[in-house]
DNA sequence: GGATCGTTACTCGGATAATAAGTGTCCGAGTGAACGAGG
DNA sequence: CCTCGTTCACTCGGACACTTATTATCCGAGTAACGATCC
């Protein structure tokens, strides 16, 4: 029951994505937040082929937001890093063994695997709820112009 | 993001335990799930660490509910087998790089571990909703005999 | 006959290997921009 | 002065080791029941 560890990174770049008027490579993120820049890219490239950020080759080039911020979920960033699938996976034991229960009696998921879909479902939701501009907004707070400094900061 | 496979046995187990009305060996349990006898132990062994279900040993020992299944949560045997603590982990990269947020402004936790915090708190009420006694009794569903000849399978 | 002691078989518990996933790193393919030569 | 071709440096992308957590297994410590023995 542990998520990826990328989820975090994964994050902080879209929020940092989001106040960027330009391209941003990887490299510039990662000596940012001072983490890895080889596996920070793993991160990213696994957010661009969940279609969430858009990759721009060559001079010049870089990471954007493919789609307004406003638009991005927490849930859309978190199943791109670490999967879709849920926690939970019911392996139908209840069909082996000696009191094993009849197939025709298994048409609806057991109860274990409903009240997990529930719980799963509930996670979501919240994570859903919120989005990289809400994110955004919350880390600025009152002092407006940090994202200034830190467009300042990217480009140079 | 993947949940302990454990977590399902024992699960399954705890059902079957509030059926029963006398201690059940774990060889019992696994023989009647298909399932490796030493690796299910290790969960039961959790369970019993975490005072859910209490152990006998010697001739005829085994295991049995500690407290009455109404009173145990799913939620409770999941924090068992898998541990109680939250699956995101704020490793505060917020204070660090040429841009760190100095400390005095990061006295409560950072948006994302804020949204993080709420959906797992949702994860696990939906989960605390639910006890082992509301497992077993959309188990049995309408055939009420079904504890009956588990009973007699679980004595013999 | 009753109680006691020793034996025995059965139980759990933690310590020990094998496996899979996650973490971290590297180098090559591709691309856009900049620069210089020519018109 | 403008346009075109070439070069170049910079970017992402996937393929390759290493570490950690999960899965699976084994054998030893402890205990309750059973049976034989003694009073």
Redesign the pocket.
Known sequence: ??M???VEWALHCAVVLSAADRPV???RLAELHDV?S??L??Q??AL??AGLIR?????????ELARPADGITVLDVVEAVDGAQPAFTCTEIRQRGPLATPPEACLRPCPIARTMSVADQAWRAALRAVTVADLAQEVTGDNTDAFTVLRGWLTA
């Open positions: 029951m542990k990826s560890g990328g490579p990887a490299v890895s080889s596996y890219a793993k990213l490239q661009s082929r990759a721009a080759q060559g001079h010049a080039g870089g990471y």
